[in-house]
């Protein structure tokens, strides 16, 4: 698992710890921001976390809190007006996070440089505005000492979370407030009311005796329409059988009840009663307090914290997973089991292809349909496409007649579309919501939920997408360290075959030059063996012997020594006109005892009527005794070697062939290579000189010499000589 994986994952359990531990509800409100900085002081290693609210005016925020960890401590106080930073305060309203990695430069941010980031040693920013209902009431800023940082999307990502949270406590906090004003407010009514303003009802086992002022304003009866009455005409129906029994078991302890206005409107209050001794008789005086604005505001937090660990839920199932596609059926999956609709969906379109798909589904099975070709009418593809924002509407609320044919083709009641806010430059998403059996009235808590939802979901993706990313990278630096290790490996073996030749070549070189030491040596040694006088009579023949051998002996020296000195070597021609068919006769002569130690028949086809040629007769001599005794070297007794020339055009084509083994094909293109043998020729004597000699002689003629690729048995060898001089 990379780094960057990790510490998304450190921070989301982090965060999700930190969102279980806050006691929302009644808390101290400086506590749990004092948790929230501390916390994420240490989780994202920062000198300084500060909290920052707007003033009443907007012209400036002061700082309410402030974490720093060395020396440790919470201090407050400091202020900044919007008119000396208005290039920070105007990146507040337009960016959901000021990264500025370098804050000394960065344009944002810079302002602050010489009154406030130099002399506290602050090199780097991560601040994030504070959102509450649509308005923007603070920021929460994290400040590096030390060199620049370089801060990472895991990091932004978690700080944004963290301001949504301290949003969250902002919200309870004011709720809390609210809810302790109201009742206050019932408490000074209570005790107010117990002298006129409550409604208070007096009866007698359930027959209203009077009522007060109160009573009237709140049932919308009069108190001629209510005495003589009994209790239940104010009583819900729901409410009915508690209250007789209440009637016929009174109790003074406080109890809650539904009750019913002359409207028909549903009320919540509080009934406490007392007997009391009332015109000479025992009757119940009732004290009814009206306390549906309390009951529905308690629902409305109840519901919103079931919402935030709801959405807490959802978000850590769908970021649980770098998959994209999981994130997306994972989504649809939780929508659809959250709103207990029919259909769930999220298309994926691609503005620069403007292709438009599916990417996931959640159906009930009786609802199930064909959304790739509801895609692809174009009324309701446009309906889509053309959604900037939330959007919810009905089949009774569409003025298109063709959309509402779709809509009733494909059983949409009521549809719910909401965008997800992924890459602005990439694919676009969008989650939409289908009720098939009945229209629906999709409520505003409903929509909000989707719509942090579709947050939580951007993050997922954009996390998916930074994971493939990775993947990527890794991918591709593995495939690069591959490629270097086959280059190195690649390298050893041709410094193992380097070491190879070398040691071939030590031994041919001093196998070739023993050869005629050796020969030489034996006719001296017969010589002296045969005559044991002072004066030896040598014949002729056995001077051309010795003088043969040791000028094989000195043309190898002389040849090793040219090679090694240059590269490539070069020759200093005798350039005589030359008839090929005589000189080719002269070698074959020469060769003779060789040609029958190996059994080998020789095939001359030069005619004696060709052109003189331009040529060096020693050099050319050599390529022919180089080519002949190569092919007796490479090849078994008997063979039949056929030399032929011919003229074409300005110069003469030769060839030698043979009726051998032949050349391998993958060896071909390294014939005339300096010291190449062959893979088969391990056994062989020889350094791998004479084809490569031959190449230099007839390139320094001006020729060509190469091996052709015959289909017949055997080796060919053909070198064109011009037969104009170039040299």
């Not at 914290?305 to 997973?321: D, F």
């Not at 005629?516 to 034996?522: A, K, N, Y």
Request: aromatic share 6%; net charge negative.
């Amino acid at each position: 698992m990379t780094p960057v994986i990790e510490q998304l994952q450190s921070l989301n359990r982090i965060l999700v710890e930190l969102a279980r531990r806050q006691p929302f509800h009644g808390a101290n409100f400086a506590e749990i921001l004092q948790d929230i900085l501390c916390t994420s002081a240490r989780s994202l290693n920062v000198a300084r976390v500060s909290l920052w609210f707007y003033s009443g005016d907007r012209q400036h925020i002061e700082c309410a809190h402030l974490f720093q960890q060395s020396p440790q401590g919470l201090t407050a106080g400091m202020k900044l007006t919007a008119s000396d930073y208005p290039c920070y305060f105007a990146a507040l309203k337009e960016e959901r996070t000021i990264t500025a990695h370098d804050a000394w430069s960065d344009p944002r941010t810079q302002e602050f440089r010489h009154s406030y980031l130099e002399p506290l040693g602050v090199t780097s920013l991560l601040d994030v505005p504070i959102w509450v209902e649509g308005v923007m009431i603070g920021i929460l800023c994290y400040e590096h000492i030390g060199p620049p940082r370089q801060w990472t999307v895991a990091e932004e990502q978690f700080a944004a979370s963290l301001a949504d949270l301290v949003s969250l406590v902002v919200e309870s906090r004011d709720r809390h407030r609210a809810l302790r004003a109201l009742e206050e407010s019932e408490a000074r009514l209570a005790t107010f009311f117990q002298a006129t303003s409550e409604a208070v009802i007096i009866h007698e086992q359930g027959q209203i005796l009077d009522v007060n002022a109160a009573t009237e304003r709140l049932f919308g009866y009069t108190a001629t329409e209510l005495v003589g009455q009994s209790v239940l005409l104010l009583t819900h129906p729901e409410s009915r059988s508690l209250i007789l029994e209440r009637i016929q078991q009174p109790i003074d302890a406080p109890f809650e009840a539904l009750a019913r206005t002359k409207s028909g409107d549903a009320l919540i209050v509080e009934v406490q009663g007392k007997s009391i001794l009332y015109q000479g008789r025992w009757a119940r005086v009732v004290g009814i307090r009206d306390i549906t604005q309390r009951k529905t505001a308690e629902q409305n937090v109840r519901l919103a914290a079931q919402r935030q660990q709801l959405l807490a839920e959802i978000a850590l199932r769908i970021r649980q997973t770098l998959e994209l596609p999981e994130i997306l059926n994972t989504t649809v999956v939780e929508v659809r089991r959250y709103l207990l609709s029919d259909r769930v969906f999220i298309v994926a379109y691609e503005p620069r292809t403007a292709e438009i798909q599916i990417v996931a589904a959640a159906m009930a099975p009786e609802w199930h349909t064909n959304l790739e070709a509801l895609l692809q009418n174009a009324h309701y593809r446009s309906r889509l496409l053309t959604t900037p924002t939330t959007l919810s509407c009905g089949q009774t609320e569409i003025l298109d007649p063709h959309l509402r044919q779709v809509y009733e083709a494909h059983h949409i009641q009521s549809c719910l579309l909401i965008p997800i806010h992924h890459q602005p430059q990439g694919a676009c998403f969008l989650l939409g919501v289908h009720q098939c059996d009945r229209q629906r009235e999709w409520q505003p808590h409903e929509r909000a939920f989707l719509e942090q939802l579709a947050i939580q979901v951007a993050i997922a993706l954009q996390q998916a997408a930074l994971y493939q990313q990775l993947a990527a990278l890794n991918a591709n630096l593995e495939q690069q360290v591959a490629e270097r290790t086959e280059q190195l490996q690649q390298k050893m073996r041709e410094l193992e075959e380097l070491n190879h030749l070398k040691d071939v070549f030590l031994h041919a070189v001093s196998h070739d030059l023993r050869t005629p030491v050796l020969g030489t040596l034996m006719v001296i040694n017969h010589l002296l063996q045969s005559d044991t006088s002072d004066t030896i009579a040598v014949p002729r023949s056995t001077l051309t012997c010795i003088q043969h051998s040791q000028q094989r002996q000195l043309h190898l020296i002389e040849t090793l020594l040219h090679i090694d000195g240059e590269q490539p070597p070069t020759f200093s021609l005798a350039i005589a006109p030359t008839s090929l068919a005589t000189l080719v006769k002269e070698i074959l002569a020469d060769l003779q005892p060789l040609l029958e130690k190996n059994k080998a028949t020789v095939k001359l086809n030069i005619p004696p009527t060709l052109p003189l040629v331009p040529v060096d007769p020693i050099q050319l001599r050599r390529v022919y005794e180089n080519l002949i005794t190569n092919a007796l070297k490479h090849n078994p007794p008997g063979i039949t070697i056929t030399l032929t020339a011919e003229a074409q055009a300005d110069s003469i084509y030769c060839t030698v062939q043979d009726n051998g083994v032949g050349i391998c094909p993958d060896q071909r293109s390294r014939l005339f290579d300096l010291y190449y043998r062959g893979s088969e020729s391990h056994h062989r004597t020889g350094i791998g000189l004479g084809l490569y000699l031959c190449r230099q002689i007839i390139t320094a003629h001006g020729g060509e010499i190469g091996a052709e690729e015959s289909q017949v048995q055997g080796a060919t060898f053909w070198f064109r000589i011009p037969l104009a001089s170039t040299t």
